[in-house]
């Protein structure tokens, strides 16, 4: 069954004289409108194939599209993609395509560009960061010139919404072929957008005049700066050579709340905040040690301490408003009940454990307040903050759960398909261990692994919510890791600008009809 997913007349004036007409009279020409939005860090590139952080995604949905892409809410929405048909075992997806589409260089969009897009980002040979969006896919046929068929070596109900990701935006063959390594500064797809220039702290967009909306985008060029330091893009806000800025830590959110003219966006993301605990070695092999730690963490305090309030509770291993979200019940704060648990496990003095995280500030944070709350039932933390590569060698070197050097990791994890499945699988998933995923808790339950398996066997939403509930529900029960809370996305922009926010996957979201007065 398909799955269906939105003059000016120049005025002539008439003279008195007979047969006299005098010249049109015409209006002022618009100036241009130019939104500079201000990020925290360098794009790593254009090419959306090649990419994993949040700012540099964000920047390639301005300027490529997707089968399908995600609403400000996560909800899934029709992109270059009319409707879909799926077989019921999950593993084979036809799509129908939208006609008259082109991209800015005059390529036209159809069959053989989403093949020759699928085919590319899954190729092992091609090396490139998102091939994990294409891994299930067996091959792409065309059926004509805007129907195109792919067939899975497995079934994956949520298939759907991983071609939502920005991993799975198609890119132009024309200029993949013509810059070759070079693509990634010179990208450009069919989204509202098309690239000017890229410079080493500066992207500049305009709009695309091929775009597919008649009358879209209204803003006319789009600058993307890159501004590290904090109160340097608060600044930029304040004067108004910024429009809109992101990220604003906790602590500064009160001087944009004194500014008439400016915005806070403050609304929950979907990150799921949590620090890994080694299921398979001691003392984390043990469910009563890991259900302690649980209870011996103030999370009405860590949302106060760590975000300046600025993060709620979870209720879940993934957070609200991904789809097939099951609500469980938070561990409460108790650490008569902790240190009682650590006693039975055989820790009536607690045990010594090494932290790792990030070098930043709020990393830093999380880790002291974990040391210090967890000290407070006999549990003596030491706090590792790590360069990201350092950390990243660190994880990855010997990754085998006998041989992994983290005992607990300070991290989190988002959805950016708004879908359960990569809400939970990536770290909850027996089969995840590092390098295939990230389940740096070496969790394994059999009754999760299920789970989880079984919804991504089906399209049927009622099947794969009752399997999402299940793995939740057991992985909650399990405790593989220590659940800390949810942050908030915290950004700010101009009164002016309308139509601009946060996703909760922490990507900024420009919609199609956005205005900047």
Request: without cysteine; proline residues 7%; neutral net charge.
């Amino acid at each position: 069954m398909p799955h269906q997913l939105p003059r000016l007349l120049p005025r002539l004036l008439a003279a008195a004289a007979l047969f006299a007409v005098t010249p049109f009279i015409t209006a002022p020409a618009r100036a241009a409108v130019d939104l500079v939005v201000a990020v925290s860090d360098n794009l790593n590139g254009l090419d959306p194939h090649d990419l994993n952080d949040n700012i540099s995604q964000a920047a390639a949905r301005l300027t490529h599209e997707g089968l399908f892409k995600l609403d400000r809410d996560m909800k899934l929405v029709n992109g270059l993609a009319e409707s879909f048909t799926a077989n019921e075992a999950a593993t084979e997806f036809v799509f129908k395509l939208r006609r008259g589409v082109a991209f800015p260089d005059g390529t036209p969009f159809n069959a053989g560009v989403v093949k020759f897009s699928f085919d590319r980002g899954g190729n092992p040979a091609n090396n490139l960061k998102r091939q994990s969006i294409y891994v299930m896919i067996d091959h792409t046929d065309v059926v004509d010139d805007y129907t195109v068929k792919v067939t899975l070596k497995y079934p994956f109900g949520a298939f759907p919404n991983n071609l939502a990701h920005p991993g799975a935006l198609i890119v132009n063959p024309t200029l993949v072929n013509k810059f070759g390594k070079e693509f990634t500064r010179n990208a450009t797809g069919t989204g509202p957008y098309e690239l000017v220039s890229w410079g080493a702290d500066a992207l500049k967009l305009k709009k695309n005049a091929k775009y597919r909306m008649p009358g879209l985008p209204k803003i006319d060029t789009l600058t993307y700066k890159s501004v590290p330091e904090n109160g340097s893009r608060l600044a930029m806000l304040q004067t108004g050579e910024a429009q809109f800025i992101t990220p604003v830590p906790p602590e500064m959110i009160r001087i944009v709340e004194r500014n008439a003219d400016l915005v806070v966006f403050d609304k929950p993301s979907l990150l799921s905040l949590f620090a890994t605990m080694h299921n398979q070695k001691k003392p984390f092999n043990d469910i009563r040690v890991r259900t302690a730690l649980n209870l011996a963490i103030d999370k009405k305090a860590y949302s106060k301490v760590v975000w300046s309030g600025y993060a709620d509770e979870l209720d879940s291993p993934m957070a609200p408003g991904l789809q097939f979200y099951a609500k469980q019940t938070p561990f409460p704060y108790d650490p008569a009940k902790a240190k009682a648990l650590l006693a039975e496990a055989g820790y009536p003095n607690g045990f010594e454990v090494t932290i790792s995280g990030g070098p930043s500030t709020i990393a830093r944070r999380g880790m002291e307040f974990v040391q210090q709350q967890l000290a407070m039932v006999g549990v003596k933390v030491t706090v590792e903050a790590l360069e990201a590569g350092v950390l990243t060698a660190k994880l990855y070197t010997n990754p085998a759960p006998e041989t992994a050097a983290i005992q607990m990791l300070l991290t989190g994890w988002s959805s950016s398909t708004g879908d359960a499945d990569w809400g939970i699988r990536p770290f909850l998933w027996g089969k995840g261990f590092p390098p295939v995923l990230n389940n740096f808790a070496y969790y394994k339950s059999q009754i999760v692994d299920d789970a989880i398996e079984a919804g991504l066997s089906t399209v049927d939403p009622v099947k794969r919510a009752a399997a999402y509930a299940t793995a939740q529900a057991q992985a909650w029960k399990d405790a593989p890791l220590l659940f800390l809370g949810m942050s908030h996305n915290l950004a700010a922009y101009s009164k002016k600008l309308k139509g601009a926010s946060m996703r909760g996957d922490q990507q900024f979201q420009l919609d199609d009809d956005a205005s900047l007065d």
